[in-house]
């Protein structure tokens, strides 16, 4: 166990609707990133948080947002859906950010189904 | 694009023989590489990481090997298991990057009794 927890487990949206996916870092990890892993594919990568702040960002559209909380906690905010954002959705944390080449802990994602 | 890639998709190993997956990096930047094991169903798991200032580094009947002058990166697993069955990630990360993790496509693992 990796202490990420993520949460729901497995939603289906319509197309046009919007998600929001949860995510608890591990404890004590100040930094969460998020990554988008279609069927066969290696996971890519969406943004971090890092002090309640977008510290980076993948190549994904605006409607892809997040959020971190004080608590370190995470939000995944998903609007207009469309049938190719259906895919397992993934939580990373680490401390103190990646670029230091701390660690980088995944939970079990959150699969998305767009119909 | 991808700037990391495994050299095959699959690998099948019969079962207490080692096993050998391959990874290329084409960005001589990379600072920092990380081996993950995915199961079916379930999320990343880490395995074994590695700094580009070292070119070996073991753990628990894995070992990673790093050479950078080729840009290649290798997992070996020692006296495969059935339990080792799983898909198998190569990832790095850049120094001018250093926020995000680059994922190659991955190589699937199956263990043969």
């Known amino acids: ?115 | 694009g991808e700037s990391v890639g495994l050299h095959l998709p699959t690998l099948s190993v019969q079962e207490g023989d080692n096993s050998i997956i391959n990874c290329a990096y084409s960005n001589s930047a990379s600072d920092y590489f990380i081996w993950y094991k995915q199961e079916s169903g379930k999320g990343p798991q880490f395995i074994i990481d590695i700094r580009s200032n070292m070119d070996k580094r073991q753990g628990q009947r894995v070992t990673v090997l790093l050479n950078k002058t080729v840009k290649h990166l290798s997992l070996q697993i020692a006296a495969t298991q059935p339990g080792d069955s799983a898909v198998y990630f190569c990832a790095e990360n850049r120094r001018s990057d250093d926020y995000k993790l680059s994922f190659g496509a991955g190589t699937t693992v199956t263990v043969r009794a």
Not at chain 1, 53 to 64: A, S, T
């Open chain 1, 1 to 115: 166990e990796t202490g990420v927890t993520q949460s729901p487990t497995h939603l289906i949206k319509t197309r046009g609707q919007q998600v929001t996916l949860r995510c608890s870092s591990q404890s004590g990890h100040n930094t969460v990133s998020w990554y988008q892993q279609a069927l066969g594919q290696g996971p890519q990568f969406i943004f971090q948080y890092y002090r309640e702040e977008e510290n980076g960002r993948g190549n994904f559209p605006p409607r892809f947002s997040g959020l971190q909380f004080p608590n370190y906690s995470s939000e995944l905010n998903v609007n207009a859906l469309e049938l190719d954002d259906s895919a397992l959705y993934l939580c990373a944390s680490s401390l103190q950010g990646q670029g230091s080449g701390n660690t980088i802990y995944f939970g079990e994602g959150s699969w998305l189904t767009v119909v």
